[in-house]
């Protein structure tokens, strides 16, 4: 009886020692505030492009105020929410995980609450805000380690982020990239019709999420390396590490990467821009997709009437 009582109370301790590393320790959000605010300013610009083309109306300045402030804050929410409810895509067809029976380790949840909210809302403030937090995690299944996933975290005032989160925007390859994107959206927003919101945003986030999966499986140009000697996946549902490369994501970094070879690559090497382009791309083309359903272009307004 002795020893199952003190085998009970190294239990308990570990767990207690577990919940107070969870508590002091704060899930860092994935993308930093502006870059959520600059991919969202760039879709709505580029919609409004496709706009004026089209001859259709242009979403507002003030509309898109709404969404990106909404969009900026969930991505700056205090320290007790991010303590709650962390942001990683789960790959198990989307279920939640919960660490010690009390932390939502994955988003789904509350993603599938907001859409759920925004095919009941009507007035357009309302609508806008809801939409911004939804595009808060719609971006970040476009970070790699958010959809491995790798656990990046703060702890007390020190900061663990992943690299790639402020890999900066090339905004002018950007720009020329998003000029053909306007059919893409009018095909995906046609596609949509009659079908359920909640359904609607959840293809979205799924498709960019693999996407994100199928470029981290990618090989590294020029390199006999993929991605995940970045990113490397554990279990299905599971967290997965940093690879052979390390937390290097445009730095300088060198690997092992076969046998008896080693892997380089260079300060802002020129193949970390390939990279980050293309992830940006679809994270700016999916905002755009979200917009676009929400303002009822041909589908959002029909079914939100008819309940």
Not at 91 to 106: F, M, N, Q, S, V
Not at 223 to 228: E, F, G, I
Not at 235 to 246: I, K, M, Q, R, W
């Amino acid at each position: 009886m002795k020893r199952l009582r003190n085998f009970k109370c190294k239990v308990s301790t570990v767990k207690a020692l577990s919940l107070c590393f969870l508590f002091l320790s704060t899930q860092v959000a994935s993308y930093e505030g502006d870059i959520h605010q600059r991919l969202t300013f760039m879709a709505a610009k580029q919609l409004s492009l496709c706009d004026q083309a089209s001859g259709d109306g242009v979403m507002s300045a003030l509309d898109t105020r709404y969404i990106v402030r909404a969009n900026v804050a969930q991505a700056e929410s205090n320290v007790f929410v991010r303590m709650f409810r962390w942001n990683y895509y789960n790959r198990d067809e989307g279920r939640e995980k919960a660490a010690l029976g009390i932390i939502d380790t994955r988003f789904h949840a509350h993603f599938n609450s907001l859409a759920s909210d925004l095919a009941k809302l009507y007035k357009s403030e309302e609508r806008y805000k809801t939409l911004g937090k939804l595009l808060n995690y719609i971006q970040d299944v476009t970070s790699p380690s958010k959809v491995v996933p790798v656990f990046t975290n703060r702890w007390w005032r020190l900061s663990f982020y992943d690299r790639f989160d402020r890999f900066p925007i090339d905004v002018t390859w950007m720009e020329k990239s998003l000029i053909e994107s306007c059919a893409e959206i009018q095909n995906f927003v046609q596609s949509s019709v009659g079908k359920p919101i909640e359904q609607i945003f959840q293809s979205i986030l799924q498709e960019t999420a693999e996407k994100t999966i199928e470029k981290v499986r990618e090989p590294i140009a020029g390199l006999p390396a993929d991605w995940t000697y970045f990113w490397a996946f554990g279990e299905t549902d599971e967290f997965g590490n940093y690879g052979p490369a390390g937390n290097k994501f445009g730095e300088r970094t060198a690997f092992d990467c076969g046998a008896n070879q080693k892997c380089l690559l260079l300060d802002k090497d020129p193949i970390y821009r390939d990279f980050a382009n293309q992830l940006h791309f679809n994270s700016i083309v999916a905002t755009m997709k979200s917009i676009r359903i929400l303002q009822g272009v041909g589908i959002a307004a029909p079914y939100l009437a008819a309940n």
